[in-house]
């Protein structure tokens, strides 16, 4: 085996991978390591999208979405079953399957690719010399012309609250449980915390949510947040806002936490308590001294904005750089570097990466909020149709939440649209290529959408930014 690559990429994860195969793809020799070690110590690609993140949590959501839907629309439907109850182990084994499914087709993709697969460890030297540290414990010296690094990110740690592995976790841990927990406690009411808890809800435990910020969802658009928190309360979800945790212990009754909000100090004592304040960039072992590359103050990986690092040809995609630290947006990167590596002229539109929180309702978003709109001083106007008024939505029994679409005065040039609802995540799609083409409403009014689908409440909602919304009064 050669030691001499066109391209190293260090990270197999959403952001790595694609990069290998594209740089594949365009003729290039290619090499990517990944030491992500699974708990029986197996070796895996994928990262913590696949082994630990976004596949195995959407397993978990769609099981317990079903027994959800069994036990609360079954009977609506006219079905009528014998006891509906959870075998947590099976529903666990499922999910193994899928995210063993999931990580093992990437190796099938780079042999399609001709990427050369490197389970293990990778540090940068300088000169884009890359030592590689094998299971085994060998060591080889390898060379690229170009090395992208794809290191990604790991929870973020709380001092006080510590990981313990057992009953104080991370989000890993909290998708791993043998059995739900009569009590689960989140810190943190962000995309992780809201998803999880959610899901070990719908399965049956007591789920409270302690949130250090007074807002809930910040970043989204208040008007779907609001929407949002008023739904997860009603599903029993108990999101408490402004709760700053001091300290979390473990004693016989389980996970004492105490958090001071409005009211003083106060105390919670749960069998499971999850950290999910956030990630951080992962850098560790990565960088041996004199490479070039820099890293900022909160360690991300400095690159700009075709992600090529302060070190010649050395660049770095995904969660290891500024932005959202979320699987496409990694992917796009990625697959940018790639063709940027190959001669190609290639760019990352961030101003389109879309959003999703995958709750019932999901919620899903794309270009700006109303709140970033206002600050901003344009002149704008607001299309909205609830799914209420959708046949489709209703023939599903899902008739929570509504579209949002916001439009400039100006130019009708579409700058935001915010979903909560049925399917959400998918439907955003559509608002995405939208925004990519600088769509405005009316292009998006003489768009032809098949009836009954959810995809006309986008359509209606665009209608409702000029008062022509057909299947919904204009207000
Ligand atoms: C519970 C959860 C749910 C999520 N759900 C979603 C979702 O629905 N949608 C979404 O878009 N995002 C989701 N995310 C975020 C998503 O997982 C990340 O944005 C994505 O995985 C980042 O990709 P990456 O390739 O940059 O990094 P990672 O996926 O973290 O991959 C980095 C890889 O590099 C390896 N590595 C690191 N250093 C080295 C080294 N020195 N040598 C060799 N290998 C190394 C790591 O072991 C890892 O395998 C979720 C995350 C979590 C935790």
Redesign the pocket.
């Known amino acids: 085996m050669s030691d001499s690559y066109d391209v190293i990429v ?8 694609p990069a290998a195969i594209r740089a594949g793809q365009l003729g290039l020799t290619v090499a990517c ?5 699974n708990r029986d110590g197996s070796y ?15 397993a978990l959501l769609e099981s317990s979405e079903l027994l959800h839907r069994a036990h609360t629309e079954f009977a609506t439907h006219g079905i009528h079953t014998g006891p509906v109850s959870i075998d947590v182990a099976q529903m666990q084994k499922r999910k193994g399957a899928i995210v063993k499914a999931s990580t093992q087709g990437i190796l099938a993709l780079f042999k399609g690719a001709k990427v050369t697969g490197l389970a ?4 940068l030297l300088p000169g884009r010399q890359v030592e590689f540290t094998a299971p085994d414990g060998t060591v080889r010296t390898l060379s690229g012309k170009h090395v992208v690094l ?6 973020a740690r709380l001092p006080s609250a510590p990981f313990d592995g057992e009953n104080i976790i ?3 841990g ?2 791993d449980l043998a059995e739900t927990p009569k009590r689960l406690g989140v810190i943190g009411a962000g ?2 915390g809201v ?2 808890g959610s899901v070990w809800r719908r399965l049956g435990a007591e789920v409270v949510i302690l949130e250090a910020l007074d807002t809930f969802l910040p970043t989204a658009d208040q008007q779907v947040a609001k929407e949002a928190l008023k739904h997860f309360n009603k599903q029993g979800l108990n999101i408490k806002l402004g709760a700053k945790v001091s300290a979390a212990t473990l004693g016989k009754d389980g996970v004492t936490v105490r958090y001071t909000d409005k009211a003083g100090e106060q105390t919670l004592v749960v069998d499971k308590l999850v950290v ?1 304040i956030g ?1 951080r960039p ?5 960088l041996a001294e004199g490479t070039g590359v820099a890293l900022d103050a909160r360690g991300f990986v400095e690159v700009d904005e075709h992600c090529h690092t302060a070190a010649e040809n050395v660049w770095a ?4 750089v500024r932005g ?8 796009e990167e ?1 697959v940018m570097v790639a063709e940027r590596i190959a001669g190609h002229h290639a760019e990352v539109n961030y101003k389109t990466v879309p959003s ?1 929180i ?1 709750t019932a309702p999901e919620i899903a978003w794309v270009g700006l909020t109303e709140e970033q709109v206002k600050a901003s001083g344009r002149e704008y106007k607001i299309g909205n149709f609830p799914f209420l008024a959708s046949g489709r939505a209703r023939a599903m029994e899902s008739t929570a939440g509504f579209v949002k679409l916001i439009a400039a005065v100006d130019n009708d040039e579409v700058l935001g649209v915010h979903i909560i609802g049925p399917m959400a995540g998918e439907l955003i799609a559509e608002a995405g290529l939208a925004l990519e083409y600088s769509a405005s409403a009316a292009d998006l009014q003489m768009t032809m959408h098949a009836h009954p689908t959810l995809s006309e409440a986008l359509h209606e909602a665009a209608l409702s930014a000029d008062k022509r919304a057909i299947d919904f009064i204009n207000r």
């Open positions: 260090i990270g197999g994860g959403p952001a790595g991978y390591i990944d030491g992500w070690k895996a690609f994928g990262g913590t999208c696949l082994n630990a993140g976004c596949i195995p949590s959407k293990g460890h990778g540090r794809a290191s990604g990110s790991e929870p991370d989000s890993w909290v998708l995309v992780i998803e999880l999910a990630r992962y850098t560790e072992g990565l995609v995904g969660d290891a959202p630290m979320l699987a496409h947006k990694g992917k990625g999703v995958y």
